[in-house]
């Protein structure tokens, strides 16, 4: 199994279920990427930005916009919902479709 990022500069790798696909779109190094419950994939990266994307690689919807610099990490929570936090010293919760809830916390 096998999911390929692959930012504008440079690649990263990782493997997830039976899905093999390449994924671009981030501006910057990918910094991790998971598989959520559903089976979409959610990556994150230098660019600031979180991306949700299919099993094929088509991006779904817009990028996730909310952070000032570097994502280096995001989950899932039980209910869903996604947190993720950044080199800005914020944390940001942000709904199964990549709508931000509520202020970044800080």
């Known amino acids: 199994i096998k999911l390929v990022v692959v930012p504008r500069r ?3 790798w990782k493997r997830f279920n039976n899905c093999e696909a390449v ?3 981030h ?3 990918v910094t991790g990427a ?3 419950a559903d089976g979409r994939i959610l990556s994150w990266s230098g660019d600031c930005t979180l991306r949700l994307w299919n099993c094929e690689g088509a991006e779904i919807g817009d990028a ?3 952070h000032e610099l570097l994502v280096p990490d995001a989950l899932q929570l039980a209910d869903g919902r996604i947190l ?3 080199e800005d010293e914020t944390l940001r919760l942000w709904s199964r479709e990549g709508a931000p809830i509520g202020d ?3």
């Open 10 to 12: 440079g690649s990263r």
């Open 23 to 25: 994924f671009a779109g």
């Open 27 to 29: 501006l910057r190094a």
């Open 34 to 36: 998971l598989q959520l």
């Open 64 to 66: 996730w916009r909310g």
């Open 84 to 86: 993720s936090w950044s």
């Open 104 to 106: 970044a916390w800080r």
